[in-house]
Every structure is written in C-alpha cells, then in structure tokens.
C-alpha cells in the first residue's frame, strides 16, 4: 500500500502540510527540532492511533491549537483506494474511513505502518509492554476477531483489578465470573499470539541472517503470562491474597512477553547497542514481510533518523530490500543519507513545521 496524499494539521509543530509523496522513497531533511520526525508520527497514528514517542497523548496537540488531524488517500496493491483519517477535538479522537466516523480497530485494519526509530531497540531492551504492543499489532492483522477478544479481556482484568482494591468485604463469588471470563478470553488470546510468533518466526530469522550473521542462529521465546501447569482461573483463585496485597493481576495476558536469543548471545546482556537495534530492526522488518506475504502488499515503512541509527553498510542493505519490495518509505535525517545520493527519491526540507520539496 502508499500514501498518494497526505494532510497534517496541529501535530505538534506541524500547522498545515500537506506533502505529495513518491509511491518509492521519499525523505525528510533539516534540524533538529524541525518536524521531521513529527511526519512520521503522523503516518504512524493513522495505523496504531498511538505514537511511537512517550509521552501522553496531549503533548501530540499543537500548542494554541483546539484540534489536530491527519488524513490520507490510501492505494492498495488491488487498486483500491480508501479515504482514512484520525482527529482530536478537546478530549475526543475520532476516526474516519472513505468519509464515515469508524471505530478506532477499523481505522487501523485499513492503513498499515511499521516504524524504526531511535527508541526501537526498546523492542529488545526496554519493558514487556513494548514486545507485547508489537507481538498484538501483528496479532491483530492476522486474526479477525483478536481485537474482540482483547477487549472481552480488558475489561474483566479491570474488573478484577477493581475488586482486589475494595479490601476484604468482597466475596469470592463476586470474583467466579471474572476470573471465569478473563481465563476464557486469554486462552483464546494465548492461542492466537501463538500461532503468530510460528508464522512470524522463519521471517525473523531470515531477516537476522542478513544484518547480524555473525551471531548464529536466533532461537525466538514466548512466554504467555502464567503456568502452563494448571488453568488460569485455578491459578488466579489461588492467587487473590498476593495480588490483594499488590492491588492487581499478576498473571494473565497481559503479562506475556517474548525474547530473542542467538547461539554467540544466548542473552540479552551480551548485545551491544548497535547490535540491539539491529534485531529490532529485523523485527519491523520481519513483521513488515509477513504482513506483505498475508495481504498481497507491504505497509508503508517509516525509518526515522536512518544514518544516525545505521551504519553504511546497512542503510544501503535496508534500502535496497525496501527498494526491490517495492514498499513505500519514508526517511528522515538532517540531511540527505549518503546511501541515497545518486538514487531516484522525493526529498523535501523541512524547517520551523513547513515542508518544502527540494527534489
């Protein structure tokens, strides 16, 4: 899929842009601070309706601004074309398909966008949540009903958390249901994510093969949140005083993770930080070809600050592979990347939230 046209309006410095993209490469150049990244994290909204920066969801909102939006005119690999958009007005997001207000998970089924950026070797380093937000991405893209499942899901973890803060008044028969539904719904998660991780696994290790081959073979773990010994509600039964005494679950899905380990690094500590953001780079990868080998067509791929994050050696590797998939690319740094001198790409500056094309 791409992006034929693309409007941003509050984001941050961005007040009003509206870039015509190349269906290839296209880059964004200029200081620090310009907006460059701000592009991105536009692009990535439409397909996550979150940012890959920290930080709450205000700070996205131009300051002085009482609203902020991002649209695009989407065209897949069939020919389709689709209309989406995502807007927050005061407190309220809303999201748009071919002009009608959608569900957020409708929104995000339609437009596909992976990202690497500095923060990205959080993916291998940093807290579970991060692994899960990626593992559950792929998930949903996969599995019609997996978003369904996931809210069954969060809404009886917020119940049981809700219980276990009231103190010793409440009954175990008020808990039965919701450690009954909340076991229910993460088996079913438990079973999707796995046969996931399956799919996704020959990807990554390809992918890995090529930017890490010195460090053997990749061996990819998934641990669900809880004992395979016993189900899950016998466990959470046993477990109330503890997570009384804590004040919320501590088994479940929502306390899966996964890790990847190579036969010359069998743990994490053994990386360095060059090789860390390698192996989340072959991650978004990974998950950007599975994607494209399922729905016939590669999300749009985002590649924020690229000559900082990576050597020459691999800029031009990457950019070659994106190049022969035929993915659409968005690149940013303060200035054009050595790798892409001479090659075929739209570049624009960008300078104080304005966006000029250069090339």
Request: overall charge neutral; aromatic content about 6%.
């Amino acid at each position: 899929m791409r992006l034929e046209q693309l409007r941003i309006s509050g984001l941050r410095c961005l007040a009003d842009v509206s870039p015509a993209l190349d269906p290839a490469i296209n880059v964004f150049v200029g200081a620090n601070g310009a907006g460059k990244t701000s592009v991105l994290e536009a692009v990535f909204l439409l397909s996550h309706a979150r940012s890959f920066r920290s930080g709450a969801r205000e700070a996205l909102l131009q300051r002085e601004m009482a609203q902020l939006s991002v649209f695009a005119e989407l065209r897949h690999a069939d020919g389709r074309g689709s209309r989406v958009g995502l807007g927050r007005t005061g407190g309220r997001w809303e999201a748009r398909v071919d002009g009608d207000s959608v569900a957020i998970g409708q929104l995000v089924r339609e437009c596909a966008v992976v990202c690497f950026e500095p923060g990205s070797h959080a993916l291998i380093a940093g807290a579970a949540e991060e692994r899960r937000r990626y593992l559950d991405w792929g998930v949903f893209h996969v599995e019609p009903d997996f978003l369904a499942v996931w809210r069954r899901y969060q809404r009886a973890l917020k119940q049981r958390n809700s219980l276990l803060r009231v103190g010793i008044d409440v009954t175990d028969e008020q808990f039965t249901p919701w450690e009954a539904e909340l076991a229910q719904a993460a088996h079913q998660i438990d079973l999707q994510r796995r046969a996931y991780v399956d799919l996704l696994r020959p990807a990554l290790q390809t992918s890995l093969a090529d930017l890490l081959p010195e460090l053997g073979t990749i061996e990819l773990r998934y641990r669900r949140g809880w004992s395979h010994e016993r189900d899950l509600a016998a466990q959470l039964r046993e477990q109330r005083v503890r997570d009384r005494a804590r004040g919320h679950t501590t088994l479940g899905a929502h306390r899966a993770d996964w890790s990847v380990s190579f036969a010359h690094a069998p743990q994490r500590e053994h990386l360095s930080r060059g090789q860390e953001k390698l192996t989340a780079l072959a991650c978004v990868l990974a998950q950007a070809g599975l994607y494209a080998e399922r729905h016939g067509e590669w999300p749009i791929v985002c590649l924020d600050d690229l000559a900082t994050e990576l050597d020459q050696a691999h800029q031009a590797s990457v950019v070659a592979q994106l190049r022969v998939a035929a993915a659409q690319v968005l690149v940013t740094g303060t200035e054009l990347p050595s790798t892409l001198h001479g090659q075929a790409a739209r570049v624009f500056h960008v300078e104080h939230g304005k966006l000029t094309r250069l090339l």
